[in-house]
């Protein structure tokens, strides 16, 4: 049996559904897995698969039909809303395609705003945070402003923010998305070091081989259930599983809430 203590984030039979007028869409269709505390998980599918809304789901910003997900134990369904957000806050920290930092505050407050809301002394700490900034080689630029930063630049701030309180977990959802193949490796190349040598966790979304390549471990999502679950450390290259991901997605479905596990 599974050490809950070695456990990030574990959901059980997730099932998500949007209702449109008359209509009602199934983005996840009793979703099971588990993310080990250390474990570095991307998410791949096409648009409309439910990758974002499985992130969304872990996070807690949306409530699922059905299902759990527990955060190092703590089922986010038996939260109020006020819990679930200062649990978030400690516990979670989110990554976006859009950067989101605040334009009118420096890159150091909008680092360290997270901790400004939890009511801490941002010196309690303080240490660790520099060090991490000159990992993200940001330091030159935080009395800055968002808008006199590159997309690079942005998304590294936003990294910073996101581990201001040291969560549980890191989620990013297509945190390359905008940016050019250089920076967008670049954030991949920190995302590794982060997970290989400060034992970050992470789980990120992404329909890019050359960006989940980087993890450890790949979610390949269709139609709301997952269809594949991948040890990247067996393919030779993004090629090799931009390949085999092709295959997956275009093979016939599976019944409804199969699984194909591959290793």
Not at 10 to 32: D, M, P, R, W, Y
Not at 119 to 131: E, L
Request: charged share 20%; proline share 4%; with cysteine.
């Amino acid at each position: 049996m599974e050490n809950s203590n070695n456990i990030a984030v574990q959901t059980e039979g997730l099932v998500k559904k949007f209702h449109q007028g008359n209509h009602t869409i199934t983005a996840l269709n009793g979703v099971s897995l588990t993310v080990k505390n250390g474990d570095f998980v991307a998410v791949m599918g096409t648009s409309g698969s439910g990758k974002s809304t499985l992130l969304h789901l872990i996070a807690g910003l949306i409530h699922p039909t059905s299902g759990k997900v527990l955060v190092e134990n703590n089922d986010l369904s038996t939260m109020s809303d006020r819990k679930l957000t200062c649990f978030r806050r400690q516990r979670i920290g989110l990554v976006f395609q859009n950067f989101n930092l605040i334009p009118h505050l420096t890159t150091r407050e909008n680092i360290l705003l997270p901790v400004y809301a939890e009511g801490k002394n941002p010196k309690n700490g303080m240490d660790k945070r520099q060090d991490l900034w000159r990992e993200l080689e940001i330091t030159d630029q935080l009395g800055q402003y968002p808008d006199t930063l590159s997309g690079g630049q942005q998304q590294r701030v936003a990294l910073a923010r996101a581990l201001s309180m040291e969560p549980a977990i890191l989620l990013a959802d297509e945190p390359t998305g905008n940016l050019d193949s250089v920076s967008s490796q670049n954030i991949c190349k920190i995302l590794d070091k982060l997970n290989r040598k400060d034992h970050r966790t992470i789980a990120l979304v992404t329909h890019e081989p050359t960006v989940a390549i980087w993890a450890r471990r790949i979610l390949i999502l269709r139609d709301g259930g997952i269809l594949a679950d991948l040890e990247t450390s067996s393919f030779k290259d993004s090629h090799d599983l931009a390949a085999l991901y092709q295959e997956i997605i275009l093979a016939p479905s599976l019944p409804a809430g199969g699984k194909e596990r591959v290793k």
